[in-house]
């Protein structure tokens, strides 16, 4: 859901005076799993199954079939993979349409999907998480109730391959790039970019011969000229306002 419609998995509080009264019960978040494999959507539906805040509305394997559940039953939540086994992005035009007709709808990828450029294509498009098919299933499912909170999830695994395989070289783009009243600087760009292709704080302080320290500095002012709360959500925002 967007910030419109955030689903509360909190938790239910009784309001003063109501004691006595039983809370009002939790919604449960309606799912629709859209994958190739039918391995997959079996493992998805046997996760799902034990929590009682989740329901499995359907399941599809092709973009077809995903409109006709989703128009039927539309859903809180679409988890999807972006090629769905035909290597040409299918899932991306699908998530873009489930979007424009489904207000409020959130959308998972779950992929093994490699391709830059298709990826790049997903996270431009906005969908609100992205996650690798080899992740564990805590992990899945943990991003799963994120995204119904309102917030998103973008793990460093799809990280780094949504923005590059190669670190780029420093004569490939300016030292200095602009963000809305920001700047960034030549060095913040650098630990960008490291971020971009999943390198740890040691790894980029080795890489650029600076103290974790001054990383983890570094780090911090990306994040505040970014505006967000998380070191995984640099990259997905640096790659959606085009930085990266």
């Given at each position: 859901?967007?910030?419109?419609?955030?689903?509360?998995i909190r938790p239910a509080v009784l309001?003063?005076?109501?004691?006595?009264?039983?809370?009002?019960?939790?919604?449960?978040?309606?799912?629709?799993?859209?994958?190739?494999?039918?391995?997959?959507?079996?493992g998805l539906r046997q996760l799902f199954?034990?929590?009682?805040?989740?329901?499995?509305?359907?399941?599809?394997?092709?973009?077809?079939?995903?409109?006709?559940?989703?128009?039927?039953?539309?859903?809180?939540?679409?988890?999807?993979?972006?090629?769905?086994?035909?290597?040409?992005?299918?899932?991306?035009?699908?998530?873009?349409?489930?979007?424009?007709?489904?207000?409020?709808?959130?959308?998972?990828?779950?992929?093994?999907?490699?391709?830059?450029?298709?990826?790049?294509?997903?996270?431009?498009?906005?969908?609100?998480?992205?996650?690798?098919?080899?992740?564990?299933?805590?992990?899945?499912?943990?991003?799963?109730?994120?995204?119904?909170?309102?917030?998103?999830?973008?793990?460093?695994?799809?990280?780094?391959?949504?923005?590059?395989?190669?670190?780029?070289?420093?004569?490939?783009?300016?030292?200095?790039?602009?963000?809305?009243?920001?700047?960034?600087?030549?060095?913040?760009?650098?630990?960008?970019?490291?971020?971009?292709?999943?390198?740890?704080?040691?790894?980029?302080?080795?890489?650029?011969?600076?103290?974790?320290?001054?990383?983890?500095?570094?780090?911090?002012?990306?994040?505040?000229?970014?505006?967000?709360?998380?070191?995984?959500?640099?990259?997905?925002?640096?790659?959606?306002?085009?930085?990266?």
């Amino acid at each position: 859901m967007t910030t419109d419609a955030v689903l509360d998995i909190r938790p239910a509080v009784l309001e003063p005076g109501a004691a006595g009264r039983p809370p009002a019960p939790r919604r449960t978040a309606r799912i629709l799993v859209v994958d190739a494999e039918g391995i997959v959507r079996f493992g998805l539906r046997q996760l799902f199954a034990p929590d009682p805040h989740l329901a499995l509305i359907g399941e599809a394997a092709t973009p077809r079939d995903a409109l006709v559940v989703a128009d039927r039953c539309p859903p809180d939540l679409v988890i999807l993979d972006v090629d769905l086994g035909r290597g040409d992005g299918a899932g991306v035009d699908l998530a873009r349409t489930l979007l424009e007709r489904h207000r409020g709808v959130r959308i998972l990828v779950l992929t093994g999907c490699r391709d830059r450029e298709i990826m790049l294509r997903a996270v431009r498009l906005g969908v609100h998480g992205y996650v690798r098919k080899g992740a564990d299933t805590a992990d899945i499912l943990r991003a799963v109730h994120t995204l119904l909170r309102g917030e998103s999830v973008f793990d460093s695994g799809s990280g780094a391959g949504v923005v590059s395989p190669d670190v780029p070289r420093d004569d490939d783009r300016p030292p200095v790039r602009g963000l809305g009243s920001a700047m960034l600087t030549e060095r913040e760009n650098q630990v960008l970019r490291l971020l971009a292709v999943g390198m740890s704080n040691r790894e980029i302080g080795r890489r650029l011969v600076i103290s974790e320290a001054t990383v983890k500095f570094h780090v911090r002012n990306l994040r505040d000229k970014l505006d967000v709360r998380r070191r995984t959500e640099i990259v997905y925002t640096a790659t959606r306002q085009g930085i990266v």
